[in-house]
């Protein structure tokens, strides 16, 4: 029998010697959760993209989708590291939240800048889950001394973390653009600081495509905090606001 100490150490390597349970097996069943949740997402974000009002919002939910595309690719990886069979496990919590967001497309008009609100809100849902699923998996790897699954693992949950503060900016962005539409006081000089600020004062699709409309993937290309600049202009970013509050990550 086992004494205490000795079964401690052994479920942080991976199993209770008792019980044949511990944290090999629920690190293994998470994997499958998330691989099987990066598969729903990249669905989901192909659903978002179709319906997204702008090209801003558009490009940022088709590159994430690619994004994940690779996540899903080294989620592999990181199975075939562990030598344990690639299987898609379930995940409860990504099925709802892509319900959610085909509930904020059919609550809100076509070609609204609110259903690009709605969909970036429903997107930073998505990824809050997927910090919270890759960083305990993260954890667990480096407990269990999976170095290489540790590596891949922190490397996703950097992603994951980039595209909600990229998120943050981009809905900023349009909460800027659309006050400074509607408020019509502020000066040229304000105007300019923001990229595509033209919105129809109903407050629905603007259809600026001059040149101060920033363009596809490069729209929120700038740094992670603070102000940042665009390829073709400047939009205001906070810490990590997102669109309905703010988050401590
Ligand atoms: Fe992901």
């Given at each position: 029998?086992?004494?205490?100490?000795?079964?401690?150490?052994?479920?942080?390597?991976?199993?209770?010697?008792?019980?044949?349970?511990?944290?090999?097996?629920l690190f293994v069943t998470e994997l499958?959760?998330?691989?099987?949740?990066?598969?729903?997402?990249?669905?989901?974000?192909?659903?978002?993209?179709?319906?997204?009002?702008?090209?801003?919002?558009?490009?940022?939910?088709?590159?994430?989708?690619?994004e994940s595309r690779n996540q899903i690719?080294?989620?592999?990886?990181?199975?075939?590291?562990?030598?344990?069979?690639?299987?898609?496990?379930?995940?409860?919590?990504?099925?709802?939240?892509?319900?959610?967001?085909?509930?904020?497309?059919?609550?809100?008009?076509?070609?609204?800048?609110?259903?690009?609100?709605?969909?970036?809100?429903?997107?930073?849902?998505?990824?809050?889950?997927?910090?919270?699923?890759?960083?305990?998996?993260?954890?667990?790897?480096?407990?269990?001394?999976?170095?290489?699954?540790?590596?891949?693992?922190?490397?996703?949950?950097?992603?994951?973390?980039?595209?909600?503060?990229?998120?943050?900016?981009?809905?900023?962005?349009f909460i800027n653009d659309r006050a400074?539409?509607?408020?019509?006081?502020?000066?040229?000089?304000?105007?300019?600081?923001?990229?595509?600020?033209?919105?129809?004062?109903?407050?629905?699709?603007?259809?600026?495509?001059?040149?101060?409309?920033?363009?596809?993937?490069?729209?929120?290309?700038?740094?992670?905090?603070?102000?940042?600049?665009?390829?073709?202009?400047?939009?205001?970013?906070?810490?990590?606001?997102?669109?309905?509050?703010?988050?401590?990550?």
């Amino acid at each position: 029998m086992a004494t205490f100490g000795e079964r401690i150490a052994n479920f942080f390597s991976g199993n209770d010697t008792e019980t044949q349970e511990g944290l090999h097996g629920l690190f293994v069943t998470e994997l499958r959760n998330i691989y099987y949740a990066e598969k729903q997402a990249v669905d989901a974000l192909g659903e978002q993209a179709d319906a997204a009002t702008t090209d801003e919002v558009r490009n940022a939910f088709l590159q994430h989708q690619q994004e994940s595309r690779n996540q899903i690719a080294r989620l592999e990886q990181v199975f075939q590291s562990l030598n344990v069979d690639v299987e898609e496990g379930s995940c409860a919590a990504i099925d709802g939240l892509a319900e959610d967001a085909r509930m904020v497309v059919s609550n809100t008009h076509s070609g609204s800048l609110t259903r690009d609100a709605g969909l970036i809100m429903a997107a930073q849902k998505v990824e809050h889950h997927e910090i919270a699923s890759y960083g305990s998996v993260v954890t667990l790897a480096q407990i269990m001394g999976h170095t290489q699954a540790a590596q891949l693992l922190q490397q996703t949950l950097d992603e994951e973390k980039n595209t909600d503060k990229k998120l943050t900016q981009l809905a900023e962005s349009f909460i800027n653009d659309r006050a400074n539409s509607e408020s019509g006081d502020m000066g040229s000089s304000d105007r300019d600081q923001y990229s595509g600020s033209v919105v129809n004062p109903d407050g629905t699709r603007y259809s600026d495509s001059s040149s101060q409309t920033y363009q596809s993937g490069e729209s929120y290309s700038g740094t992670q905090s603070g102000s940042s600049t665009g390829s073709t202009g400047t939009y205001r970013s906070g810490n990590d606001a997102t669109l309905g509050g703010t988050m401590g990550i």
